[in-house]
């Protein structure tokens, strides 16, 4: 008589989770509820297409536009902490002020130059589009301004801003048409 050890007996027993009698699923004419091999496989073979495609859509330049746009708001945020701290360290008229103020200028003009690029790059997608408009309120509810805040039409910030904004979205509808 030989002995089976329990262990060689789990492994005998199906690994589908069906009784030995019933049927497999691939053996029914009745479509397997849920993701099937069958499916899963077609989508895999379709998979090489759609990464080509998706690699052919260019990036939005808006995206890495408000990258930079963060990292100047930072750059200057320091700059001005550094003003501050050469002011109280070596007093309002000393070379190490005077310094640090250029500096401080220096990243003003980078984010003045960022902000103004932000309201005038047309961005390509809708994403893009939802990404500058949300910028724009996040930096007021932080309780930063845009350059030219207060002059009211085509030179404006906000005018630039709309006009741009519209122009992508005519550009966008344009290419969904064609």
Not at 1 to 22: A, D, H, N, Q, Y
Not at 135 to 153: C, K, R, S, V, Y
Request: with cysteine; aromatic share 6%.
């Amino acid at each position: 008589m030989t002995v089976r050890s329990p262990w060689i007996r789990f492994c005998l027993k199906p690994l589908s989770g069906r009784r030995e009698t019933e049927k497999r699923t691939s053996e029914s004419r009745k479509p397997a509820a849920g993701l099937s091999r069958r499916n899963m496989l077609g989508a895999i073979a379709v998979l090489p297409a759609l990464l080509v495609a998706a690699a052919a859509v260019e990036p939005d330049p808006i995206f890495a536009l408000i990258e930079a746009k963060r990292a100047a708001d930072v750059a200057h945020l320091h700059a001005i902490e550094a003003q501050d701290e050469a002011e109280i360290r070596t007093g309002a008229y000393s070379d190490a002020t005077w310094e640090a103020r250029d500096r401080c200028g220096d990243a003003c003009v980078v984010v003045n130059e960022a902000d103004w690029k932000s309201a005038t790059l047309p961005p390509t997608t809708l994403a893009g589009i939802a990404a500058v408009l949300r910028l724009a309120n996040l930096i007021e509810d932080e309780g930063n301004e845009w350059p030219d805040t207060d002059t009211i039409g085509r030179e404006g910030w906000h005018y630039q801003l709309r006009a741009t904004m519209a122009q992508a979205i005519e550009a966008i509808i344009e290419r969904g048409q064609s």
